[in-house]
């Protein structure tokens, strides 16, 4: 069975930084492109960031660029968000997402091109 299981949520300040993980188990997501997407109360679920199955290629929601970095450690089978300047409107459930292709080469955006979700982990900043 696969699962991804995310950690690393919790209450933090304004300004302070959080690093959520994301760990694989049932199935190895080395050549597989990764994602984080957050979901805000009374909100649609949004993408955050995103990686290609190598890790070479990266993107972001504008309203993260420059204070989130994605990363991907393949031995570990882990993908992992580091969150620095945290501001109260990032506050929200963070979801870890995998595609089941292998090999893409793009960066995945979209909730419905990713096959495999975790359960969240909530990350609430404070003003």
């Known amino acids: 069975q696969v699962q991804l299981v995310e950690s690393g949520g919790g209450l933090v300040q304004a300004g302070d930084s959080l690093r959520l993980s994301c760990a694989a188990s049932?199935?190895?997501?080395?050549?597989?492109?990764m994602g984080w997407f957050r979901q805000a109360p009374g909100k649609e679920r949004e993408f955050v960031a995103g990686?290609?199955?190598?890790?070479?290629?990266?993107d972001y929601a504008d309203s993260v660029k420059g204070r989130f970095t994605i990363s991907k450690d393949n031995a570990r089978n882990t993908v992992y968000l580091q969150m620095n300047s945290l501001k109260p409107e990032d506050t929200a459930v963070y979801y870890c997402?995998?595609?089941?292709?292998?090999?893409?080469?793009?960066?995945?955006?979209?909730?419905?091109?990713?096959?495999?979700w975790g359960q969240g982990t909530q990350v609430t900043v404070s003003s």
């Open positions: 049932g199935r190895t997501f080395r050549w597989n492109a």
């Open positions: 997402a995998a595609d089941s292709t292998m090999y893409t080469t793009v960066v995945l955006t979209t909730v419905n091109e990713y096959d495999y």
């Open positions: 990686i290609s199955w190598s890790g070479g290629s990266t």
